[in-house]
Nanobody, 123 residues
Framework: QVQLVESGGGLVQPGGSLLLSCTVSGVSLSGYHMAWFRQVPGKEREGVAVVDDYGSSVYAASVKGRFTSSKDYGKNAMMLQMDSLNSEGTAMYYC?????????????????WGQGTEVNVTS
């Protein structure tokens, strides 16, 4: 059984940082594209960052330069370092796994999902 478990969410002030983790069990993340998505109520889930099966990352324009995503193969986990957070960072963050997606930042490509971790950026 494949499980993805996110952690690290919480309350942070504007300009602050958070480190999210996504721990994977039941499958090796080697070979999978792993991605972070976020969603606020009433809006579609949007892609934030993708780490491909070679370990290279792609970011949404809205977070490029502030967020860094990486895989830890030893822990079979993926991380998302979020810096310079602003109010747009307030959302539920989900990690997902896909096998060689054609469109890596689209939710339809992902076959495994975690339950999410909540991030609230507020002063």
């Amino acid at each position: 059984q494949v499980q993805l478990v996110e952690s690290g969410g919480g309350l942070v002030q504007p300009g602050g940082s958070l480190l999210l983790s996504c721990t994977v069990s039941g499958v090796s993340l080697s070979g999978y594209h792993m991605a972070w998505f976020r969603q606020v109520p009433g809006k579609e889930r949007e892609g934030v960052a993708v780490v491909d099966d070679y370990g290279s990352s792609v970011y949404a324009a809205s977070v490029k330069g502030r967020f860094t995503s990486s895989k830890d193969y030893g822990k079979n986990a993926m991380m998302l370092q979020m810096d310079s957070l602003n109010s747009e960072g307030t959302a539920m963050y989900y990690c997902g796994a896909a096998w060689r997606p054609l469109k890596p930042l689209e939710t339809s490509e992902y076959i495994y999902w975690g339950q999410g971790t909540e991030v609230n950026v507020t002063s």
